[in-house]
């Protein structure tokens, strides 16, 4: 989880994670929320990074993707800039994800 933005439709964060893949994986999912301080906070919208994107940009990706709804009842605008590389080899890959900036 990123730190929050606040007071701001075009947030940049600048931060960096590494996650462990599992040799079956297929998809990882990125959920953009809406952090409220006195209700539940809202998913505004999610991003997956799926193998087939990972093989397609064997160097990594680095580019805006498009928000797609997680309700199927909600309207979804927005997208996120992300910098992904898969590193390591097959029997220990781990996957780079930098979160830049969102609007």
């Known amino acids: 989880r990123t730190a929050t933005v606040w007071k701001t439709l075009s947030p940049f ?8 893949l599992q040799p079956g994986f297929h ?3 990125i959920y953009v929320m ?17 193998r087939d994107m ?13 928000l ?7 309207e979804v605008q927005g997208e996120i800039h992300l910098r992904v ?3 390591g080899s097959q029997g ?3 996957l780079r994800c930098s979160v830049l900036e969102a609007r």
Request: overall charge negative.
């Open 92 to 94: 220990s890959r781990r």
């Open 34 to 50: 809406d952090e409220d301080a006195l209700s539940r906070d809202d998913i505004i919208g999610k991003v997956c990074i799926t």
């Open 54 to 66: 990972l093989a397609e940009h064997p160097k990594g990706y680095s580019g805006w993707m498009s």
């Open 27 to 29: 998809s990882i999912s």
């Open 13 to 20: 964060w600048g931060e960096e994670y590494e996650v462990q």
């Open 85 to 87: 590389e898969a590193l």
């Open 68 to 74: 797609s709804e997680v309700d199927p009842d909600e």
